[in-house]
Nanobody, 129 residues
Framework: QVQLVESGGGLVQAGGSLRLSCAAS????????MGWFRQAPGKEREFVSA????????YYADSVKGRFTASRDNAKNTVYLQMNSVKPEDTAVYYC??????????????????????WGQGTQVTVSS
């Protein structure tokens, strides 16, 4: 059974940092991409970043580029989202997700929540001003 388990959320002051983790289990993820999404109250789920387990490429939403960094530990089947210089508008529930690697190349389909098959339960991030 595939499981994605996020951790690391919490309350942080604006300008601070937080690191989210997502531990993946239940299958081999080498042929999957790993995405981070977020959803604020009353808003649609939005793309944050995407990476594959084998490529050095990582993609980010413009709103987080230069502040957030996604990384992975292949040996631990874990991906991370380092969030620096956080802003109140970063407040949301953050989700990690896994989807077929074919959506990682050639187009920007990796930005669409619909291409991801597996989702974690989400972790709340609240940024105070």
């Amino acid at each position: 059974q595939v499981q994605l388990v996020e951790s690391g959320g919490g309350l942080v002051q604006a300008g601070g940092s937080l690191r989210l983790s997502c531990a993946a289990s239940g299958r081999t993820f080498s042929d999957y991409i790993m995405g981070w999404f977020r959803q604020a109250p009353g808003k649609e789920r939005e793309f944050v970043s995407a990476m594959s387990w084998s490529s050095s490429n990582t993609y980010y939403a413009d709103s987080v580029k230069g502040r957030f960094t996604a990384s992975r530990d292949n040996a631990k089947n874990t991906v991370y989202l380092q969030m620096n210089s956080v802003k109140p508008e970063d407040t949301a529930v953050y989700y990690c997700a896994a989807g077929p690697v074919r959506y990682f190349y050639g187009t920007s389909q990796y930005r669409a929540p619909g291409v991801y098959n597996y989702w974690g339960q989400g972790t709340q991030v609240t940024v105070s001003s």
